[in-house]
């Protein structure tokens, strides 16, 4: 049974060409994230939403953006992709804000930039 | 600004061995700790979740253990398989961010 799912899991886009992310969750949680991860780098962190609050990340460049219209649905847009935005994006949700909330990851979108 | 390390980035062992896994963090004002596994092209996977106020969890055959005032976290692997085989990552909680280190590359030889 999905719980956090990203679509789709492999997205190939050209250099300068705007491209959307896709998560959505069944889990009904108030928190939504998005990490990057570069090939053998940790995890980073974007920008999360709770509930409508969209909170940045200070080094967060502008060339990335989020929407989430419903509690189910999350996206990232990056405006105009460059080759150092190759990586792989997860989306991640939480039951709440909290030092003792639990994160679920989903499988994750590879991002490929031509 | 919290730094999270991993001790060694690759490891490779025998089907079989116990094995632990090293993880350091440079400010100890954390809420918790978590251990994620990451197959390859894939996303995380939780595996435990350590409170602060707690020393130690387990899940089968793996133990995680927490010692706030050295900043370290170990990760212990019993009896190793080869389904074992992934990228382990630990990640600490400071305020509500989690902030991710590099991870190890496990390899279980059958």
């Known amino acids: 049974d999905a719980m956090v799912i990203q679509n789709p899991r492999y997205q190939v886009t050209q250099f300068g060409k705007p491209v959307t992310l896709s998560c959505s969750q069944t889990?009904?949680?108030?928190?939504m994230y998005w990490y990057q991860q570069k090939s053998s780098q940790a995890p980073k962190l974007l920008f999360h939403?709770?509930?409508?609050?969209?909170?940045n990340e200070a080094d967060t460049p502008d060339n990335f953006q989020s929407r989430r219209p419903n509690t189910s649905f999350c996206f990232l847009d990056i405006r105009s992709p460059g080759l150092g935005d190759a990586a792989m994006y997860l989306c991640a949700t939480s039951r709440d804000l909290g030092a003792s909330e639990t994160q679920y990851f989903g499988p994750g979108t590879r991002l490929l930039v031509l | 600004k919290q730094e999270v390390t991993q001790i060694p980035a690759a490891l490779s062992v025998p089907e079989g061995e116990n094995l632990v896994l090293n993880c350091s963090f440079t400010?100890?004002?954390?809420?918790?700790l978590q251990w994620f596994r990451q197959d390859p092209g894939k996303g995380l996977t939780s595996l435990l979740l350590?409170?602060?106020?707690?020393r130690e969890q387990t899940s089968g055959r793996l133990n995680a253990s927490l010692d706030k005032s050295s900043g370290r976290s170990t990760l212990y692997i019993a009896a190793s398989q080869p389904g074992d085989s992934a990228t382990y990552l630990c990640a600490v909680i400071g305020a509500q961010k989690l902030v991710f280190g590099q991870g190890t590359r496990l390899t279980i030889n059958p």
């Open positions: 400010d100890s004002a954390i809420y918790n």
């Open positions: 350590i409170q602060s106020s707690q």
């Open positions: 889990l009904n949680h108030n928190v």
């Open positions: 939403y709770y509930d409508k609050d969209f909170n």
